[in-house]
């Protein structure tokens, strides 16, 4: 078991540009999610996938986001025309069936200038 | 709307003395309420998963409550190595997806 891992850890981007980010969660763990944390704040909720398919998307994800998860193993969150605005932790979790508990990635720094 | 919140917002001990963190939450039915430490820069670490009013899990210096309002995260005798952040989060029942997060209480221990 090594854990829920993402790349790049820090992206450091212009306004505007399009970055995309990966997850590879823990083997086996067919749940994975996508969340975004600001300072100061606890992580909040974007998507989820129960395998390969997304089943909820957070009204906070708007259309610039978009996540795929083919295979229902690794996973992507792709970011176009990044904003200021988008300059966060973005964390990926993974849970396994039946349990719900979420194991968390260690995040990736995105800093829009 | 379900809802997390955490109190402190931010706590200093002294190096051994104990004390207690607040997690109240409002939710449609608790499926489960999670304790995650976080150190800055860092995802969270999970601690603990808390399913119905009364139990109570243990880990190390940490011992974690629940009552059908609030949760409380008790450390006893903290060491500096303790501090971080701590965040609390709720699963409604019959939701697969998203867990609901606190801001999180900050807790810095003195040597």
């Known amino acids: 078991d090594t854990g829920v891992s993402q790349n790049p850890r820090h992206k450091i981007t212009k306004r505007g540009q399009n970055v995309t980010f990966r997850c590879d969660p823990i083997?086996?763990?067919?749940?994975l999610y996508w969340y975004r944390q600001t300072l100061g704040q606890g992580p909040e909720f974007l998507t989820y996938f129960q395998n390969e398919a997304q089943l909820e998307k957070s009204r906070l994800l708007s259309d610039r986001f978009s996540a795929e998860r083919p295979k229902g193993s690794f996973s992507t969150l792709e970011i176009q025309r990044t904003e200021q605005g988008d300059s966060a932790m973005y964390l990926c979790?993974?849970?396994?069936?039946?349990?719900?508990?979420?194991?968390f990635g260690p995040g990736t720094r995105l800093t829009v200038l | 709307e379900d809802q997390v919140t955490q109190s402190p917002e931010a706590l200093r001990l002294q190096e051994g003395e104990s004390s207690s963190l607040n997690c109240s939450y409002t939710v449609s039915g608790l499926r489960g309420l999670f304790w995650y430490r976080q150190d800055p820069g860092k995802g969270p670490e999970f601690l603990f998963t808390?399913?119905?009013a009364g139990e109570e899990k243990e880990k190390e210096r940490l011992k974690a409550t629940l009552t059908k309002k609030e949760s409380f995260l008790h450390i006893t005798a903290p060491k500096p190595e303790d501090s971080a952040t701590y965040l609390c989060a709720v699963q409604a029942r019959n939701r697969d997806d998203k867990i609901i997060f606190g801001k999180g209480t900050r807790l810095h221990i003195l040597p």
């Open positions: 979790a993974s849970s396994p069936r039946p349990v719900n508990t979420q194991y």
């Open positions: 083997s086996e763990h067919n749940r």
């Open positions: 808390l399913y119905s």
